[in-house]
C-alpha cells in the first residue's frame, strides 16, 4: 500500500506481482520524507526497492509520502529521505523544524532511518554555507557540513558494518563527523563525507546518513535487508525473511567493486 494526501492505498499490481510469497508476516509501515524536493538522483527508488523487498519476503509494505505541510502518519516503522538542491532544502526546513522533536524521538526510540545526501546534511546539526551562514539542522548526527566550490562526484565503495556497500556520490558539501560519531562506512574508493579522512556518513543507533545516490539499496541488499529487519522486528516482532533471489543485485555489486578497486589499485 502507498499513501496519496494523507490516504494509504494499494501499491501498483507491478510491485506486488513481483513477489510469488503472500503478504501475510504483517504490515511494515515505510515514511518517505519530501519525495518531490528531496528525491533528486534516484533516490525515490530506495522506498521502492524496500516495498518490494518487503512483498518479496511475505511482508504488506504500507508507504506514506510525507509531503511539507502534511499531517505526519499515524505509524512510522522505518523514514526515508533523498538529496535535493539548495532550493529543495528551502522548501522542506519550515516542515523538518515542525516534526523536530518528533523525528529525534522516534531516532532515540530506535526507528531505523536512512537519510542521503541534502537529508542527511539536515540531520546534522549544521550546515555552513559558502558565504559562512549557520543553518542548524536537527542534531541527530553529530556532523557538521560546510559547502564549497568543489564537488565530490564518482563511484564509491564502502566497508560497512552490512558489509561492502557501492554507490554514487555529487555533492559540494564537506561533512566533519564530531567527536565520538560513528561514520557509516570507511572509504576504499570515492571522496566520501570530505574527501580526507576516508569516511563516509554516518551512523548513530539505527540512523544512517550517507552521500551514496544511485539509488542505493537496489544495489546493496544486504543493507537493504538489515533496515528492514530493524522495521519489522518493530512492526511485527520479529524477521522472517524469505526466499529472494538475489543473483543479478550480487553480480552487479561486485562487478562495480572489482572494477573500482582495479582502477584504484
Not at 42 to 57: F, I, Q, S, V, Y
Not at 61 to 75: F, K, S
Request: net charge negative; with cysteine; glycine share 14%.
Amino acid at each position: 500500500m502507498t499513501e496519496q494526501q494523507g490516504v494509504a492505498v494499494a501499491l501498483p499490481d507491478d510491485v506486488a506481482a513481483m513477489a510469488d510469497v503472500p503478504a501475510d508476516k504483517g504490515e511494515v509501515h515505510l515514511v518517505h520524507l519530501y519525495p518531490r524536493e528531496m528525491s533528486i538522483y534516484g533516490d525515490l527508488g530506495n522506498t521502492r526497492c524496500l516495498a518490494a523487498r518487503l512483498r518479496w519476503h511475505g511482508y504488506t509494505p504500507v508507504v506514506h509520502d510525507h509531503h511539507p505541510g502534511a499531517r505526519w502518519p499515524e505509524r512510522a516503522d522505518i523514514i526515508l529521505g533523498g538529496g535535493g538542491q539548495d532550493s529543495g532544502q528551502v522548501r522542506v526546513t519550515d516542515d523538518l523544524a515542525r516534526h523536530a522533536d518528533r523525528l529525534r524521538a522516534l531516532a532515540a526510540d530506535g526507528v531505523p532511518m536512512l537519510m542521503i545526501c541534502g537529508m542527511y546534511q539536515l540531520l546534522g546539526e549544521a550546515f555552513i554555507t559558502v558565504e559562512g551562514q549557520r543553518l542548524p539542522g536537527l542534531g541527530i548526527l553529530d556532523v557538521t557540513t560546510r559547502g564549497n566550490a568543489t564537488r565530490m562526484i564518482g563511484p564509491v565503495v564502502l566497508e560497512t558494518s552490512f558489509g561492502p556497500v557501492v554507490g554514487y556520490e555529487n555533492h559540494s558539501g564537506s561533512t566533519v563527523l564530531g567527536e565520538g560519531q560513528e561514520s557509516f562506512g570507511r572509504v576504499r574508493h570515492g571522496q566520501g563525507n570530505n574527501g580526507t579522512d576516508g569516511t563516509e556518513g554516518a551512523r548513530t543507533q539505527h540512523v544512517i546518513g550517507s552521500y551514496l545516490h544511485g539509488p542505493i539499496l537496489p544495489a546493496n541488499p544486504g543493507l537493504a535487508d538489515g533496515l528492514l529487519a530493524l522495521a519489522a522486528r518493530r512492526a511485527t516482532g520479529e524477521w522472517v525473511p524469505g526466499e529472494v533471489d538475489d543473483t543479478l543485485a550480487h553480480r552487479a555489486h561486485q562487478a562495480q567493486v572489482r572494477r573500482l578497486l582495479r582502477t584504484a589499485g
